[in-house]
């Protein structure tokens, strides 16, 4: 067994790590090996927007988990909105995964989708009511959508597809 690192091509700083099992190797998604050496193809600005995405995705299920079990300290409603909205915030964790699942996979429809869900959860944000929370949520929404739409290129890039004879 062996463990080497090696550094990405489109930041120095950034190592990857891969175990190597006899034959048998454990490389990281996005992470190519060439002559010997593991070559990162991912802009740092990608996964960036992948932790900003997981990020989101905690906030709206620890959200959830406050609301479920009652120790939201702002909100006297029913308790049966309060089982929708904690619903609601465990289903958009939930969603917010699958997305990032698919991203991370190359799925060009889930790039669409993230984008679209951002934008729609920054217009609600906005057109709220304006509060510290809702400013704190408004960035970690506007951030991934900033970094989503610079590396563009990258999530849509050609994907050739196989050769299918009849």
Do not use: C
């Amino acid at each position: 067994m062996s463990i080497r690192s090696a550094g990405s091509l489109s930041s120095p700083r950034f190592w990857k790590i891969w175990i190597k099992f006899g034959d048998f190797e454990i490389i990281p998604y996005g992470v190519q090996k060439k002559k010997g050496v593991a070559v990162n193809n991912r802009p740092f600005s990608v996964t960036l927007t992948w932790i900003f995405i997981i990020l989101n995705a905690i906030f709206w299920l620890a959200l959830g988990i406050m609301i479920a079990v009652n120790t939201h300290p702002e909100l006297p409603v029913p308790s049966l909105q309060k089982g929708i909205m904690a619903f609601l915030s465990i289903t958009m964790a939930g969603i917010l995964m699958a997305l990032f699942v698919f991203l991370r996979k190359g799925n060009r429809i889930a790039y669409y989708l993230t984008v679209a869900l951002f934008i729609v959860v920054s217009l609600l944000t906005i057109f709220d009511d304006v509060g510290l929370s809702d400013i704190f949520v408004l960035v970690l929404n506007l951030i991934p959508i900033a970094l989503l739409i610079k590396d563009r290129n990258w999530y849509l890039k050609f994907q050739p597809q196989a050769n299918v004879s009849f």
